[in-house]
């Protein structure tokens, strides 16, 4: 390759890895809050996080190292800095639910099945991008 072509490429790379680098960074999985989630108002549907309480400080503390918790009746919710560390740390809950950067957790909540799913469903649906299944809960 010439010097000429080789630096316009190298040009060109330098252009384009910032903005690809940036990717992360612009997801729009990645700017949804817990807070705003939990506290949203459904159209049609009952609320499916109830009773929401923040408790961040508490649960997010080393091991978990999440960077923002709820509580509700259906679950508690954890969202991390990186959709890797949410599947980590889905991977250690018996009963839950893993999407981008949130897990739900619902061992310990009493709350009807059909209001988990509900909550499933209105979180997975967030985005409109989800294609799985969603954890038996019966």
Request: proline share 5%.
């Amino acid at each position: 390759m010439n010097s000429r072509l080789s630096s316009v490429v190298s040009a060109a790379l330098l252009l384009t890895m910032p903005i690809l680098a940036g990717c992360s960074i612009l997801d729009p999985q990645r700017d949804l809050t817990l807070h705003t989630f939990v506290n949203s108002e459904n159209e049609g549907v009952e609320d499916a996080t109830t009773q929401p309480e923040d408790i961040t400080k508490t649960a997010c503390a080393p091991p978990v190292d999440c960077v923002e918790a709820y509580s509700t009746a259906e679950a508690d919710y954890f969202r991390f800095e990186s959709k890797k560390r949410a599947e980590e740390y889905g991977a250690t809950v018996k009963d839950g639910f893993v999407i981008n950067y949130i897990v739900m957790d619902f061992a310990g909540k009493e709350a009807p099945v059909e209001n988990q799913l509900w909550a499933m469903q209105e979180l997975a649906g967030t985005w409109n991008d989800y294609e799985g299944d969603f954890p038996d809960r019966r």
